[in-house]
Structure formats: C-alpha cells, structure tokens
C-alpha cells in the first residue's frame, strides 16, 4: 500500500498536541508495516529523526503553512498536485485538515471540533476558517478517525455527518513517563519548587483550561491549610490570557505560582512524576493526554467531571465541577492531606493505563487505511 501523510506538525524541538500524535502514530505505522511506502508530507525542510525507515520518502512541499490563507494553498493547491504525481492508495492527515480537491481516499483525525462549539476563543481570521472548512473537511473525508467516544459525537453533531463513519482510536502515552524514587522526585521539587510538594498543570495557558479559576482555587486551598504547596502551569501563553494574568497578579499566594512555559520533554515527565498531584480542570477537552501520563508515573489526578476527561479517567481520577471553585480548593485540600486518597488514585491510574496504548493506536489508524483501499 502507498500512503501519503500530512506531516506538517513534525517539527525538531517543537512538538506539542498535534506534533506528538503524529510522531507516535505514523513511526509505528511505517515501522510495523515495512512493505508499504510512506510518502511524509512537510510545509517546510525536514529533520531526519522523522524519516523513520527506508520505505519514508519525505518531501517538503510550498509554502509553509500557518495562516489561513497559506493552508488554503497549501492544502488546495500545492497538495493536490503532488498527490496527483505520487499516486497513493491512500492519504492520511492527522491534524484536521484534508484537501478538498484532491480525490485520493482520505482518513482525518479530528482531534475536537471546538472551533465550531466556541469561535470565541480564537482570532477571528482562524475562527472565520475553521467555521467555513471543518464541516466541509468531515464531509469530504472517507473515514474520520477522533480521540473519544465524546468527540465522536461532537463531530457528527456539529459537522452533520453520521457516527458510522467515525471510529474512536484513543491515545497513548509517550515514552519516558514512568514513576521516580524519592530522591529523584525531591531532585525536581529543589529546582523548580523550592523543595517543597507541588500541584502541576501542563497544557496551554488558555481560557478554555480554565488556568484562572484554578489560580483562584490555589488561592482558597492556601488559605485554608497555611501551607508551604506550590502551584507550577507548564505551557506557553495562547490567545486571549487575559483572566489568567489578572488571576495571577491579583493572587495574596503569586509567590508559591510559577509559570514555566514550554518545557523540554525530559521536564515535563519528571515534573509530572514528582508532582502532588496533576490539575486538569479544563472547561472542554477531546481526550486529556496528560492524565494518561500521570497514571503512566503514579501520579494522583485531580480532573474536570465534564467533556472527553470523565471517559478517560474512569474511576481513576478525583473528578470536580470545572465551575466550582471551592470544589476544586477542597479537591485540593484532600489531595494535600489525604494519604489512602492518593495511594487509592495511584493504584487505579496503573490499571486505568493499561487501556491506552500508542501501538494499539497506530494499529487501527493503519486498519482503518487497510480496509480503505480494499
């Protein structure tokens, strides 16, 4: 089988959401199935660590594609016409996109579709695009493949196109998260807590992440316990921070907050490892990686009881309404305070785990391709 990918978002030194998900995806496909031939699609020069075997043949295809107008070129334009010249049996995009000209059977993985649900919270040239192409992208697409049984639904509702034509291919976790000793774990709290246990949310620093009201929620909690916890948002800055900000500065406890930013990979899995416990209290989200990645390094996981994240943590989680910020302080209070808590939490995360798998994963994308070219 001949299969085109977009690979756009593998970028050296710079994967985040959609990046990781392809990496892990198509390296496994291309590895697991080495009498086919994969024909990897860049918007720019490519680095050699994603040419992941000899059946790769990877190309950098014009114009880099990061505005609106550029990816309606790229997409519309310049991919039609390599397609056309490579012929392949397939094609599969992992980020959302498809070609709309392009006749080649298509497979898209919809990661959510909150752009359609909340315009809002993006500018106003990317919300305009999204509202225009996404519904469009999911008519066009042979198969749709999402993150959740929740996604699944959204998709179909917001795109008006049916279920069956949507398969649910969970996540996995990455490679490299996996529980510390002590000594390890009080390693990272003298670098980046000052010694001292520490609550971590990765993600972006996003309204929609609902980082302000677990500000405020950290604010109520430090109060009440008069303790030495801190409070540590990995991620970078997205559109529209402006309650995060106020949240901060306004907060009697700023000096126990610290924004880290976009942090190695190496961090961010010791940093989870270490941690009190993860904090993802989003407001909507299509699957919730970094709660697979706690269970992956035995830390206890406080989550939102709304959208995608009640799915997949199942019982494995201390859920709360995202809303509710005194619910969030006293799931915090507990979590601070409540040994047979978190050691019940860790024990539930390594069995929750096991449902995830990233081989699995690349094993039905590539099923799903399979039956496509039947």
Not at 77 to 99: A, I, N, Q
Not at 112 to 132: F, N, S
Not at 135 to 149: H, L, M, N, W, Y
Not at 315 to 341: F, K
Request: with cysteine; hydrophobic share 40%; glycine share 6%.
């Amino acid at each position: 089988m001949r299969i085109a990918i977009n690979a756009r978002f593998l970028l050296p030194g710079k994967l985040e959401g959609l990046g990781h998900y392809t990496h892990e995806i198509v390296r496994r496909m291309v590895q697991q199935n080495p009498e086919d031939q994969f024909l990897l699609l860049f918007d720019r020069a490519f680095d050699p660590q994603f040419v992941y075997g000899p059946n790769v043949e990877p190309m950098a295809v014009f114009p880099p594609a990061r505005h609106p107008l550029l990816w309606m070129t790229w997409f519309e334009t310049s991919l039609p016409f390599v397609l056309e010249r490579w012929k392949p049996d397939v094609f599969f995009s992992p980020d959302g996109y498809v070609s709309l000209r392009s006749k080649v059977p298509t497979l898209v993985t919809m990661h959510d579709v909150l752009p359609l649900r909340h315009p809002e919270l993006l500018p106003r040239t990317v919300g305009t695009y999204y509202r225009y192409f996404m519904p469009r992208f999911a008519r066009r697409a042979e198969k749709i493949a999402t993150v959740s049984d929740y996604v699944r639904h959204d998709i179909a509702d917001a795109c008006n196109v049916s279920t069956d034509k949507i398969d649910v291919v969970y996540n996995g976790c990455r490679d490299g998260f996996k529980p510390l000793n002590d000594a390890e774990q009080q390693n990272i709290r003298e670098a980046f807590a000052e010694g001292q246990p520490y609550f971590f949310y990765t993600g972006a620093i996003h309204p929609r992440k609902n980082v302000h009201r677990l500000i405020h929620a950290f604010d109520a909690f430090k109060r009440q316990s008069g303790s030495q916890v801190r409070l540590l948002l990995a991620g970078r800055f997205a559109w529209q921070t402006g309650e995060v900000r106020t949240a901060y500065e306004q907060s009697p406890f700023k000096n126990h907050i610290r924004f880290l930013g976009y942090i190695p990979e190496a961090d961010l899995q010791n940093l989870t490892a270490s941690a009190l416990a993860l904090c993802l209290v989003s407001l909507n989200e299509g699957f919730g990686l970094p709660i697979i990645e706690a269970f992956n390094t035995d830390t206890p996981v406080l989550s939102s009881s709304v959208s995608a994240l009640p799915e997949v943590a199942g019982n494995a989680a201390l859920l709360v309404n995202p809303l509710d910020e005194n619910a969030i302080a006293d799931a915090l209070m507990r979590l601070h305070t409540d040994v047979a808590l978190r050691k019940g939490l860790i024990e539930k995360g390594r069995e929750r785990r096991k449902a995830f798998s990233w081989d699995k994963a690349a094993a039905e994308v590539y099923e799903i391709l399979k039956k496509m070219n039947a």
